[in-house]
C-alpha cells in the first residue's frame, strides 16, 4: 500500500469553497442566530474571493448551506442579471454543483441584496441577505459597547428619536431602507437595506431569513413564523412606500415595487424592480401568490395602517 | 384696666415647626480615587425637599465629582446614597444593579452640564433632546411627546418658534435653556446643576438666573448647584459646602459663610471675590 493510494485525491478546493471547519463554524452561528430571533451572532468572517461590501457575508451564509441538490437565485437590487448577481451565482455553482433559477418559488436558497421579491416564498426556503450595517443603534449611539448594553436592556427608547426628528422635519417616516423593525417582541434589528415595502413580509413569513454582514462579522436570522413590527409611534403608523399610480412600463403592472426611469423630458416611466417575477409574468402570462396583490392589499389583513399626517 | 377682649385680632403667624421630614438626598461617608488621586474623600451631602445646596471649590477640589456620584453617572470606592422615593425610601442607590441605576436616574434626576455639548444631541432638534428623556421612559405617543417637548421648553422661557432648530444653531444662553427643558422633562424630584452658566456673558447670565430661581420658588425643587461663581451661589443657594482638595472645609447657611467664613481657605475665596 503505497501513501499516494491512502491519501486523498488532490483537490483544489474543498466543498462550496470555504473549508469544513469554517463551514461548521458558520452553521452552528446560524443555529443561534434562529434561536435568539434577531439577535446579532459575532462569527469569523473568512476570505473569499470578493471583496468586503460586495456580498461576503451572504456569501458565507451560502456556502455553508449550499449542497448539491440545492437551488440557488441571486438578485441584487431584484435583478438577476446585473454584475454583481450574476457573478455570486457563477461563484456558488462552480463551488457546488447547485442548480440555479431565476423562479423565486424553485429556489432553497435564495441570495438578496436590498429586495424580498414579490411572489409569496414558503416553509423550507432560506432568504439570504447581505447586510452592510448590522447595527441598528449606530444612529443614537457611535459606541459599540454601549449599543450592546442597550440590546441587553432592550431599551430602545431612543430609536424613536431618529423616527421623532423625521417627523418634526418631514412629517413622515423618510427612513427609505434598513427600516428598524421589532423581532419577536425582543430585538431591534435593522434589515438590510430593504426598502420599506418589503419590511412587513418578514412579518409571520413561512421561510427562514438570515441576515449575514461579512465586513462586520456579525449575523442575525428571522426564523420562520416570528413577530416582525416596525418601529413605529402609537399615533403615526408605519407607511410603505406610496407608489400610486406607478405602471410597468413593459408589463402594465400595478402594485409592485418599482424602479424610476427618469426620462430626457423630464417625465418618469416605472418598470418592476424584481426581474423574475416580470420575466415569469411575461412568459407565462401567470404567477404565484404575491405579498401584495393587485389591489395593493398586503397579505397579512389589517397589518399595514393607513396614513396619519402628524400635527406639529 | 386694659380690656383686651375687642382687641383687633392680631395677624396670623405660622408657629415655626420641626422639620420632621427625612432629607430628600442623603449621601454619606463619599470616598473616590481615581489612580493615585483622590478625587472625593469623606463627604457627606444632604439636601430637603425645596432646598438649594450649592458647592464650591476652585477646580480640581472634587465638587464635580460629587455632582457625577450623585448623577449615578459613576459609583464610588465607598459610601451610600439614599433618594427619599416611593417605596426606595432605605435603599442605598449604588447597590442596585446598572439598570435599575439608569432608571432612577431616568425618571428622578435631572442635570444641567456647563458644556452643552455634554448634554445635548447638537444636530438633533431641540424639541427632540427634550422628547428624549420621555422617549427613554417609554413614551411612544408623537402628539403627547409634542406637547410636553413644549411644556417644558416653555418652562425654561425658550422662545416657541425656535423649538425645532438644533442646538448647535442657538446661542450659549438659549442651549442651557434647552438642557434644563430636557433636565425638567419627566418633573425629576432632584434637580443638579453643573456651573449652569460659567461660559455666558453676565446679562444672559443673569436671565438664566432668573428662570432657574423662579422656577425653584414655583416648584420648591430641590436643587444641587456646583459652580466656582459665588456671585450665582449667593443668587440661589439656601446652604453652601465648601470643598478643597476633596474634602469639606467649611459648611453652613450662605450669608453666614460668605458673610462671615471660619476657614482660611474660605476666607481666601470670599476675598477673593471681592
Known amino acids: 500500500m503505497t501513501l499516494q493510494e491512502l491519501a486523498q485525491p488532490r483537490q483544489d478546493y474543498s466543498y462550496a469553497f470555504m473549508d469544513a471547519y469554517a463551514k461548521r463554524e458558520l452553521r452552528r452561528r446560524i443555529l443561534k442566530a434562529i434561536a435568539i430571533p434577531g439577535y446579532q451572532v459575532p462569527y469569523a468572517s473568512r476570505e473569499l474571493p470578493i471583496a468586503r461590501g460586495w456580498g461576503t457575508g451572504g456569501l458565507q451564509v451560502s456556502l455553508s448551506l449550499v449542497g448539491p441538490e440545492s437551488v440557488v437565485k441571486v438578485i441584487d437590487q431584484g435583478a438577476d442579471d446585473s454584475v454583481n448577481a450574476a457573478n455570486l451565482r457563477r461563484f456558488i455553482v462552480r463551488m457546488s454543483g447547485a442548480q440555479t433559477t431565476t423562479d423565486t418559488t424553485k429556489a432553497t436558497i435564495l441570495q438578496s441584496r436590498h429586495r424580498i421579491p414579490e411572489e409569496i416564498m414558503g416553509e423550507g426556503q432560506a432568504l439570504v441577505l447581505q447586510v452592510p450595517d448590522p447595527e441598528p443603534l449606530r444612529g443614537v449611539t457611535a459606541d459599540m459597547s454601549k449599543a450592546a448594553q442597550l440590546h441587553a436592556d432592550m431599551d430602545y427608547g431612543q430609536m424613536w428619536l431618529l423616527l421623532y426628528e423625521q417627523l418634526v422635519r418631514y412629517r413622515q417616516y423618510i427612513q427609505g431602507a434598513s427600516y428598524p423593525s421589532l423581532v419577536n417582541r425582543r430585538y431591534v434589528i435593522s434589515p438590510s437595506p430593504i426598502p420599506r415595502w418589503d419590511t412587513p413580509k418578514l412579518h409571520q413569513a413561512a421561510h427562514l431569513t438570515l441576515l449575514s454582514a461579512g465586513r462586520e462579522k456579525r449575523l442575525y436570522a428571522v426564523p420562520p413564523y416570528t413577530d416582525v413590527q416596525p418601529l413605529e409611534f402609537s399615533d403615526v403608523p408605519f407607511q410603505i412606500e406610496n407608489q400610486q399610480g406607478w405602471v410597468c412600463q413593459t408589463t402594465g403592472i400595478e402594485n409592485k415595487f418599482m424602479n424610476e426611469l427618469p426620462q430626457a423630458d423630464g417625465t418618469s416611466q416605472y418598470e418592476l424592480s424584481d426581474s423574475g417575477y416580470a420575466e415569469k409574468l411575461a412568459s407565462t402570462g401567470t404567477t404565484d401568490a404575491t405579498y401584495y396583490d393587485d389591489q395593493g392589499h398586503f397579505y397579512h389583513a389589517g397589518y399595514l395602517k393607513p396614513p396619519v399626517l402628524p400635527t406639529l | ?274
Open chain 2, 1 to 274: 384696666m386694659l380690656d383686651i377682649s375687642n382687641r383687633p385680632s392680631s395677624p396670623h403667624f405660622d408657629a415655626p415647626q420641626l422639620v420632621t421630614t427625612p432629607p430628600l438626598l442623603r449621601a454619606t461617608g463619599l470616598h473616590k480615587r481615581y489612580g493615585r488621586i483622590e478625587a472625593v474623600v469623606d463627604v457627606n451631602v444632604e439636601a430637603y425637599a425645596g432646598e438649594v445646596v450649592g458647592i464650591v471649590g476652585e477646580s480640581g477640589s472634587g465638587k464635580s465629582t460629587v455632582l457625577r456620584l450623585l448623577n449615578l453617572e459613576d459609583t464610588p470606592d465607598s459610601g451610600t446614597y439614599t433618594l427619599d422615593l416611593p417605596g426606595m425610601a432605605d435603599q442605598d442607590l449604588y447597590a442596585l444593579d446598572r439598570f435599575a441605576r439608569r432608571t432612577i436616574q431616568i425618571m428622578n434626576i435631572g442635570v444641567v452640564y456647563q458644556n452643552p455639548h455634554l448634554g445635548l444631541r447638537m444636530r438633533f432638534t431641540s424639541s427632540g433632546n427634550v422628547a428624549e428623556r420621555l422617549l427613554i421612559a417609554g413614551e411612544r405617543s408623537f402628539a403627547t411627546l409634542r406637547q410636553a417637548a413644549r411644556e417644558s421648553l416653555a418652562t425654561s422661557e425658550f422662545p416657541l418658534d425656535r423649538m425645532d432648530d438644533p442646538p448647535r444653531v442657538l446661542s450659549g444662553g438659549m442651549q442651557q435653556r434647552v438642557q434644563l427643558a430636557k433636565a425638567l422633562a419627566l418633573k425629576p424630584a432632584l434637580l443638579l446643576l453643573d456651573e449652569p452658566t460659567t461660559g455666558l456673558d453676565v446679562s444672559v447670565q443673569a436671565l438664566v438666573l432668573d428662570t432657574l430661581k423662579q422656577l425653584q420658588r414655583e416648584r420648591h425643587m430641590t436643587i444641587v448647584l456646583v459652580s466656582h461663581d459665588l456671585g450665582v451661589i449667593r443668587t440661589l443657594a439656601d446652604r453652601v459646602m465648601v470643598m478643597r482638595h476633596g474634602r469639606v472645609v467649611e459648611q453652613g447657611l450662605t450669608d453666614q459663610i460668605l458673610e462671615d467664613p471660619q476657614n482660611a481657605y474660605t476666607q481666601q475665596l470670599v476675598h477673593a471675590k471681592l
